[in-house]
């Protein structure tokens, strides 16, 4: 490694320190260019005016109102919520489940996916994986959704849930189908 030499096309995509020194490597994603994904990182994303004060009315009576989850944030390309690790949120072992770390994360990209959305279209999920990266026991989690790709008929999320020191504690990817609204 001592002989590499450095290459800016290259080092573009080099492994970085993100959050609590751990090593992430920035991909590009397959068939998109290094500009597309920052157009996405800065461009104003939503149609219409979202109100995250009715997102937040709309869950109640739900799984997410039943767990605390609540929308804190919508910035020009990435929606926001926290919630709180407690007995509706732990498992047994007394750690947050990661199902409900999940939940944050679909709940946040099925959130951001309808205000993306172009009038006459609605949002359903098609797939989401998680990897559980950290064992958090109290407090508050935050997670934030920001877009892969928004295509036509399919949007991919990365959700980022970290605990009250930043720290990450998962890492999640959501696929979501455009469709005509019913």
């Known amino acids: 490694?001592?002989?590499?030499?450095?290459?800016?096309?290259?080092?573009l995509y080099?492994?970085?320190?993100?959050?609590d020194d751990e090593r992430v490597a920035r991909v590009a994603p397959a068939g998109q260019?290094?500009?597309?994904?920052?157009r996405l990182r800065t461009a104003a994303i939503w149609h219409g005016s979202p109100d995250l004060g009715h997102a937040n009315t709309m869950s109640a009576n739900s799984a997410?109102?039943?767990l605390g989850i609540e929308f804190t944030e919508?910035?020009?390309?990435?929606?926001?919520?926290?919630?709180?690790?407690?007995?509706?949120?732990?498992?047994?072992?007394?750690?947050?489940?990661?199902?409900a770390s999940v939940l944050l994360?679909?709940?946040?990209?099925?959130?951001?996916a309808t205000f993306v959305a172009a009038p006459g279209k609605a949002c359903v999920g098609m797939e989401i994986n998680a990897n559980?990266?950290?064992?958090?026991?109290?407090?508050?989690?935050?997670g934030i959704a920001r877009p892969i790709s928004?295509?036509?008929?399919?949007?991919?999320?990365?959700?980022?849930?970290?605990?009250?020191?930043?720290?990450?504690?998962?890492?999640?990817?959501c696929t979501m189908a455009v469709i005509d609204a019913p």
């Open 132 to 142: 559980h990266l950290r064992p958090v026991a109290s407090g508050w989690v935050t």
């Open 150 to 173: 928004l295509g036509r008929r399919s949007q991919v999320w990365e959700v980022r849930i970290v605990d009250g020191n930043d720290r990450l504690v998962c890492i999640s990817r």
């Open 74 to 99: 919508l910035g020009p390309n990435y929606l926001t919520g926290r919630m709180p690790v407690d007995s509706r949120t732990r498992q047994p072992f007394g750690i947050l489940h990661g199902g």
């Open 64 to 66: 997410i109102s039943n």
């Open 105 to 112: 994360a679909e709940t946040l990209v099925s959130c951001a």
């Open 33 to 38: 260019s290094p500009l597309a994904g920052a």
């Open 1 to 11: 490694m001592e002989n590499m030499t450095s290459n800016p096309e290259t080092d």
């Open 14 to 19: 080099s492994p970085t320190t993100r959050l």
